[in-house]
């Protein structure tokens, strides 16, 4: 949202002492803390994170009666000849499987072929947003890493690099004083939950709240977001888009054609006049010829967004102002999102920290807040 502690770094950084500099410098603080307050240097940020899962896919794949993985060709051995390497070559059979190396070697094999895969659709993603004009750029591992931490805290965020490193005997070490690996899940945990209650979530004295859409607009999802942008005040907008499996959505839709078109018989061989029947049942009737013509793909889809206050709260007064500016806030992105052709939003007050931590980058997961979309 802001210049974090860059004002505050500013001022601890003046060395003059004569009063007509500090009275300019003075002034341009209190002019530029204004202007912050008023939203004047927003940044707006703007990511794609493709989460892909290999065992879902290969299950997929088998489903899908496909070849998920060719088999190695057996090599060529020679039988042994007498009886030691005949007792030799029995001893490896039975405890070959108990390998460590045979194993290690094994798992780092399939690795490296999942990778292969995983980096064949990021190419082919990175490939759809340069043909859009989105000029992308991918990520490391570090801009991730960041990514996360200042969305934890945005006002003032944590510039700790993420430390991974080898030790000489090849064992993994991030801190030179730590006896074990440090994954960057306890890295990340740079934060505090202070306190949760039905409307907000406190994380290290700023107050988090979250709206979801719970009836999609019948208009494009840049119009969602160009009314969302334009409010002035600090908010994340986490579209999670979930791609199912075709065949099971077909056999969803077969099924609820059949339940309206049973609701149209009178039980005794004719016809009932129910037009809101009839017409969900036409409309499940071409969704599942675009299903079957492969012109068209269900998608579920969870539009969240996050609201949060602009200042740390530690006093009693301060908090009780927070959580009042949280409020308003509120109330405006239910007032913006009602206006968008039809959608209705949604306050969530019990799974509030749920939704905050699938709304963090890279972290989506299952909120049961989908929308079936074409």
């Known amino acids: 949202e802001n210049v974090g502690d860059l ?69 060529l051995r020679q039988e042994p000849q007498n009886l030691s390497q005949k007792i030799s070559a029995l001893i490896d059979k039975f405890f070959s499987a108990g390998s460590v190396d045979k194993n290690i070697q094994k798992n780092r094999k399939l690795h490296e072929e999942q990778l292969q895969k995983f980096e064949t659709l990021i190419t082919g993603a990175h490939s759809s947003l340069s043909g859009a004009g989105l000029g992308p750029r991918r990520m490391t591992h570090e801009d991730l890493f960041f990514e996360i931490k200042r969305s934890l805290c945005p006002t003032a965020p944590n510039t700790h690099p993420f430390r991974t490193a080898t030790n000489s005997d090849g064992h993994l070490s ?8 440090i994954s960057a899940r306890e890295q990340l945990a740079s934060v505090s939950l202070l306190g949760q209650d039905e409307t907000s979530l406190n994380i290290d004295g700023i107050l988090w709240s979250s709206v979801t859409v719970k009836i999609a607009p019948d208009t494009t999802y840049s119009g969602v977001l160009r009314q969302l942008l334009t409010l002035g005040f600090p908010l994340v907008v986490s579209s999670q888009l979930y791609v199912p499996d ?11 054609f059949k339940k309206y078109q049973s609701s149209l018989n009178d039980g005794k061989g004719g016809r009932r006049v129910d037009l809101t029947a009839q017409v969900a049942a036409r409309e499940l009737n071409d969704i599942q010829e675009k299903i079957i013509a492969s ?4 998608v579920k889809m969870a539009i969240t967004i996050m609201i949060r206050s602009s200042t740390v709260a530690i006093t009693t007064e301060e908090h009780e102002a927070a ?5 308003e806030r509120v109330q405006k992105v239910l007032y913006v ?38």
Not at 21 to 50: H, K, N, P, S
Not at 174 to 181: D, H, P, V
Not at 250 to 255: A, E, G, R, V
Not at 295 to 298: A, F, L, R
């Open 295 to 298: 012109s068209s793909k269900t």
């Open 7 to 75: 004002l505050d770094r500013y001022e601890a950084a003046r060395k003059s002492t004569d009063p007509r500099v500090v009275a300019l410098d003075d002034e341009r603080i209190a002019t530029w803390r204004q202007q912050c307050a008023r939203g004047e240097y927003i940044t707006r940020t703007a990511a794609v994170y493709f989460i892909w899962s290999p065992t879902i896919h290969d299950k997929m794949m088998q489903d899908g009666g496909k070849v998920v993985r060719k088999k190695p060709e057996k090599e």
């Open 323 to 327: 959580a009042r500016q949280l409020s």
């Open 246 to 256: 075709q065949r099971k959505v077909l056999d969803i839709y077969k099924k609820r």
């Open 174 to 181: 991030t801190f030179a004083l730590s006896e074990r690996y």
């Open 337 to 374: 999102v009602g206006n968008i052709n039809g959608a209705i939003g949604f306050a969530e007050n019990l799974a509030l920290r749920d939704i905050f931590i699938n709304a963090l980058p890279g972290m989506a997961g299952e909120v049961k807040r989908d929308l079936d979309l074409l």
